[in-house]
Nanobody, 126 residues
Framework: QVDLVESGGGSVQAGGSLSLACAAS????????MAWFRQAPGKEREGVAA???????VYGDSVKGRFIISQGHAKNGLYLQMNSLKREDTALYYC????????????????????WGQGTQVTVSS
């Protein structure tokens, strides 16, 4: 069992920055890729960024060049630095962990992940 708890969400003006953190506990040794997803009202859950056991990172097209994903020691934390925020980045952001190794092309697909946090809200205003 793995528990994921997100923090760091909040409100920010467009162009600003926010940092999200996900604290992972439990059997983190048994996890593979970890990722950030987001879901805005009325929209499907979207893959934002993922990081594999080998450290390789993948970003969704809408956040490339603006967001940076990183991982803590022994997979006990996952982080997302969000820069140049836009109104369309407004969403509930989730941390997720997979129980199997994922190829980069699959690492932003929500149904590949087994463990999920409760989410943290990010609101960007103009």
């Amino acid at each position: 069992q793995v528990d994921l708890v997100e923090s760091g969400g909040g409100s920010v003006q467009a162009g600003g920055s926010l940092s999200l953190a996900c604290a992972a506990s439990g059997d983190t040794w048994a996890t593979y890729s970890m990722a950030w997803f987001r879901q805005a009202p009325g929209k499907e859950r979207e893959g934002v960024a993922a990081i594999g056991n080998d450290g390789r990172v993948v970003y969704g097209d809408s956040v490339k060049g603006r967001f940076i994903i990183s991982q803590g020691h022994a997979k006990n934390g996952l982080y997302l630095q969000m820069n140049s925020l836009k109104r369309e980045d407004t969403a509930l952001y989730y941390c997720a962990a997979a129980r199997v190794a994922l190829t980069p092309i699959r690492s932003l697909e929500a149904d590949r992940y087994y463990y999920w946090g409760q989410g943290t809200q990010v609101t960007v205003s103009s």
